[in-house]
């Protein structure tokens, strides 16, 4: 089975993000990146289905240069090749022409699955795997909580069928069967991701990374989505900040509770 | 030209994000001064589209279909692009659901449009319409604007409008379905039935108070400590999801979107950074205290009390307090 993890590389959780002096997108000189995660545990499922079923698992990223760090990443877990379109606009570029790009890098391949995250933490559309489906010709399904593995790639007379489960709103869950090829958005915690290996990060350095610029691969890298101002939201609510020692602010909280609050 | 709020419904029962797209369909309709339709999708849904006339709305489009009785994403995107094809709305509202996350980007992607998606605000500048939407998680709000030609695809969040704040009308609107062409082959996925996995031991929608913890924990066996806390105040232990991802509590005990709806009239978060998905099954909570090493963390957005500060700190601080005033 020849498995597709789309990856983004996103700044550092807890990272602290800053707007820059233009006020229309965010400093990001001094910020450490990482892949996004959802996106690690839908290379993580990629690596299993491949452990089980054989194939290869390619990477995919698009992005700014430093991008081909979480390349390497996927490839010290176990990825067989990676894909790189370069181009410093991705950062931040609309969902569309994200997936416009990821599009015509894929269609030059045979790919049985694409596997990307169900939303980056940065931009947060929660849309690019959805839309690659719809560019790709291929059905998808969301929000994926579990590959079922036995039985999934049951051989049919009309070619082999993939079940999965996906999370609905409120702890609800549904199982959804689909030809295949397919695409599948993962959601964060379907498994449990692995670390790279120093015998994997060795091997990941003689592993094949293919480079394109969007120009090679005959997209225009157009997005129809702007920023024109970036800011720190405004409060909903007045909150009170209880300063001091952890023990007088635990003691000022304490009384607030009971005399401001009442609910204690 | 006219603004459609694509509602959502599942076997009949509305999904009541479902206002909240009419409440801000009709406040961009007001805004750019044209019409606003809703459409229902789905199958035998006449009745329904009678309850969405009461809306203040120029026409309730009924999207009818038996292939439209369970949901797929191939069957709702070819269904509403006919009914996108039929009405030709400047924009398409829809409610940011998990169905909606599922196919309206595809929908878009048909027309070779952009989705904007996850929208909390909409204001008007000079002729265009000024988006806000979230980025890196919560922390920063974006205003963005939309180039191109109709029609715009955007989604709304989920608290960002008040459904209540839907103008009603005062004679109901016209209810008129569309001729929807479908075929069982152009419908690739196979929909079971829904299913809920929890075993329902514990219920946290009549806890009066809760003690919730995230990823700031660190570890599964710092929860213990969280748990004294909870034990003292009377309350239940909840967290976010990266918590029940980690097996660390059940499921059952996940706030947010995909978990539990609370509204205890004391809700302390440690350590989570208040992401919408969490934030939505909390907001409601009558009093919101936050503890949080970062001070611009958004769950200070949306607290009555807050303390910055580091929670291995702060929670024995509590606990100790708590001891101390109850002498046990
Ligand atoms: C479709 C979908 C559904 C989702 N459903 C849910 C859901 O139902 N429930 C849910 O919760 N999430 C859900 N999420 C995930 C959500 O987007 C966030 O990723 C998640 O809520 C983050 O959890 P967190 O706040 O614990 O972790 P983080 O975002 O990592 O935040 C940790 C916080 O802890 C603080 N911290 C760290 N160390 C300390 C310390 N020592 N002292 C004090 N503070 C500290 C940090 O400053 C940070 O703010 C969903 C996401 C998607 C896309
Ligand atoms: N620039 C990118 N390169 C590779 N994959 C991406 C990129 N942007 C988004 N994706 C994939 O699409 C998913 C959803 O992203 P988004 O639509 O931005 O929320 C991510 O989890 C990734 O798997």
Known sequence: MNIFVCLKQVPARDSLIRVNTAGDWIDDGDLSFEMNEPDAFALEEGLRLKEKHGGEVVAVTAGPARSASTIREALAKGADRGILIEDDRFAQSDALATAGALAAALSKEKHDLVLTGLQSDDAGFGQVGVILAELLGLPHGTIIMEVVAEGIMEVSAEGSSIRVKRELEAGWFQHVEMPLPALLTIQSGINKVRYATLIGIKKAKSKPLQRYTPQDLGVELASRQSIRRLYAPKSAKQTQFLEGSPKEAAAKLLEKLRFEARVL | ?328
Not at chain 2, 18 to 31: C, N, T, Y
Not at chain 2, 82 to 98: D, G, N, R, S
Not at chain 2, 297 to 322: Q, T
């Open chain 2, 1 to 328: 030209m006219s603004v459609l709020i694509v509602t959502e419904q599942r076997g009949g029962q509305w999904h009541k994000m479902s206002w909240e797209a009419v409440a801000a369909g009709q406040q961009i309709a007001k805004l750019l001064e044209i019409e606003a339709f809703a459409a229902v999708v789905g199958s035998g849904v006449e009745s329904l589209g009678g309850e969405v006339a009461k809306y203040k709305l120029t026409e309730v489009i009924l999207c009818n279909h038996e292939l439209l009785a369970d949901y797929t994403p191939d069957g709702f995107s070819l269904a509403l692009r006919q009914a996108i094809e039929h009405l030709k709305p400047e924009i398409v509202i829809f409610p940011h659901t998990y169905q909606v996350r599922d196919f309206a980007p595809k929908l878009a992607a048909s027309f070779g449009k952009p989705f904007l998606s996850d929208v909390v605000g909409v204001t008007r500048e000079d002729a265009a319409l000024i988006f806000v939407r979230q980025l890196f998680q919560g922390k920063l709000n974006a205003d963005v604007s939309v180039e191109g030609e109709a029609p715009f695809f955007v989604s709304v969040q989920s608290g960002a409008f008040r459904g209540d704040s839907a103008e009603s009308a005062s004679a109901p609107a016209a209810v008129r379905g569309i001729d929807v062409t479908l075929e069982a082959s152009q419908i690739r996925t196979r929909p079971q039935k829904p299913f809920r996995e929890s075993k329902g031991e514990v219920d946290l929608s009549s806890a009066p108070i809760i003690v919730s913890v995230g990823r700031g924990i660190k570890e599964a066996e710092n929860i213990a400590m969280a748990e004294e806390l909870a034990r003292l105040l009377g309350g239940e232990i909840a967290a976010s999801r990266p918590i029940c991802d980690n097996g660390w509590l059940p499921l059952e005990r996940q706030i947010g979107s995909s978990g539990q709806t609370v509204s205890p009239k004391l809700y302390l978060a440690l350590g989570i950074s208040g992401a919408i998905q969490h934030v939505v099954g909390m907001k409601g909570s009558r009093t919101v205290v936050a503890v949080n090493k970062d001070e611009s963390a958004p769950i200070f957005e949306i607290a009555d009390y807050g303390i910055v500060g580091d929670l291995f700190d702060v929670v024995p601080a509590l606990v100790e307090a708590l001891k101390e005033s109850s002498g046990d």
